[in-house]
């Protein structure tokens, strides 16, 4: 069965999350922003769930994916938060300026969730050669990949996203992410070929279906409604991805 993995950039969306019954969240907080790194305690609650596991966005800030030394440390010590906090992953990425992998960053990251999951999230849509960077990302260790396919969304980027999952051949999974809502989430993963996927769940009739990486390189557009009831994933949304991908 296909599993849905929800961004829970909230604690309404969190507990959106554990009243549908998702089997895994990512954790975040102001996604409005793209995402950064969520307070401890929002952890610890997200923990306590019974059933559910959490994987941690470590971002320290909004913006780009090239990090400072001080930045770099500073996301050394939210890994090891999130995991004094008890957190199952933790979701990474960062990049040079010249739009390749910071392996450098990443191995250090890497080292401090020793124990955790680790996805790669979607700095990787900014990287000039994909191909080369599944690989980089692969011998990282890395136990995911959350990409739009360098896309706006994830169904736009379905053709990358398969010929991504064909080169990674079950040496990572790849998390199809950006746009999924319940009208789209099964043909994204017929089309990919992926097992898994990503979805903020917010209700679908009332937001447009965000266009998930814009120019300002955030990890998730914000919806444009002023509601802030849109910001935040639906417990119906969450069953209806759901229920449409249990037999894929």
Not at 122 to 146: H, S
Not at 206 to 218: E, L
């Amino acid at each position: 069965m296909a599993v849905l993995e929800v961004c829970a950039a909230s604690r309404e969306s969190l507990h959106a999350a554990i009243e549908a019954g998702a089997p895994r969240v990512e954790l975040c907080a102001d996604l409005a922003s793209g995402g950064i790194t969520p307070p401890e305690d929002w952890i610890r609650e997200a923990v306590a769930a019974e059933g559910l596991r959490v994987h941690v966005l470590i971002r320290s800030r909004a913006g780009d994916f090239v990090y400072s030394e001080a930045e770099i440390a500073l996301m050394e010590e939210q890994i090891r938060m999130a995991k004094r906090a008890g957190a199952d992953g933790v979701v990474i990425g960062a990049l040079t300026a010249d739009e390749e992998i910071d392996l450098s960053a990443c191995k250090r990251w890497m080292q401090a969730a020793e124990g955790l999951s680790v996805t790669f999230h979607r700095a990787f849509d900014r990287c000039r050669n994909p191909f080369r960077a599944l690989e980089q990302i692969i011998e990282l260790g890395c136990d995911r990949l959350l990409t739009s396919g360098q896309a706006d969304s994830a169904l736009a980027g379905a053709t990358l996203i398969r010929q991504l999952c064909e080169q990674a051949a079950g040496r990572i999974i790849l998390l199809p992410g950006a746009g999924v809502n319940p009208e789209n989430a099964a043909t994204i993963l017929r089309l990919t070929g992926a097992s898994e996927i990503h979805s903020s769940s917010r209700p679908f009739t009332s937001i447009k279906t965000p266009s998930s990486f814009d120019s300002s390189n955030s990890l998730e557009r914000s919806s444009s409604s002023p509601l802030s009831a849109a910001l935040h994933s639906d417990p119906a949304t969450i069953r209806q991805i759901m229920h449409r991908i249990s037999n894929l």
